[in-house]
């Protein structure tokens, strides 16, 4: 069995094996960045109002949890996903680049700002996440969980074809 998980770990050519591992490798990538997010927005900046899904479990856990003014919100919300963005994308390149796809289409140095400037990309859809939150008035969980959704096929079709070897 373990030789069936490191051959899988090792094949890069086969489209399945790739969505297969993007999806492990961005689902971990989320996590790092969902439990960095809620944990700043939590404990360092506040970012939640007292009716977000998360403030209420913390709460119902036994847990305190400061409600964040709109302003905070607002300001506070763009600190952290600022954080987030260069974690989850740090975790995310390095997975990628060793499981996911064939690294060498470019040289390292492109390769890391080309990915890295891809990301970028995702500010868009935190900038949404900010539309959503502000003028809906969507809960930061519900409006963070659509950015997250929107961004997953954009990004593994541009790392796919333009800075990877596919």
């Known amino acids: 069995m373990p030789s069936r998980v490191s051959n899988f770990l090792k094949?890069?050519?086969?489209?399945?094996?790739?969505?297969?591992?993007?999806?492990?490798?961005?689902g971990l990538s989320v996590a790092v960045a969902q439990?960095?997010?809620?944990?700043?927005a939590w404990l360092?900046?506040?970012c939640?109002?007292?009716?977000?899904?998360v403030a209420r479990l913390l709460v119902v856990m036994g847990f305190s949890v400061q409600a964040a003014s709109e302003d905070e919100l607002r300001r506070n919300f763009w600190i952290i996903m600022g954080i987030c963005f260069v974690l989850s994308n740090t975790v995310v390149y390095l997975l990628n680049a060793r499981y996911v796809f064939h690294t060498g289409k470019h040289r390292k140095p492109v390769e890391i700002l080309l990915f890295?400037?891809?990301?970028?990309?995702?500010?868009?859809?935190i900038w949404l996440g900010g539309i959503l939150i502000t003028v809906f008035k969507w809960e930061v969980t519900y409006s963070n969980m659509a950015m997250l959704a929107t961004s997953l096929f954009i990004n593994f079709v541009v790392r796919k074809k333009v800075i990877f070897k596919g």
Do not use: H, N, W
């Open 11 to 26: 094949e890069k050519d086969s489209p399945i094996a790739q969505i297969i591992k993007y999806a492990l490798c961005g």
């Open 35 to 40: 439990i960095t997010f809620y944990g700043l």
């Open 44 to 46: 360092v900046f506040p």
């Open 48 to 53: 939640m109002r007292a009716t977000d899904p």
């Open 116 to 125: 890295f400037g891809s990301s970028l990309f995702q500010f868009f859809f």
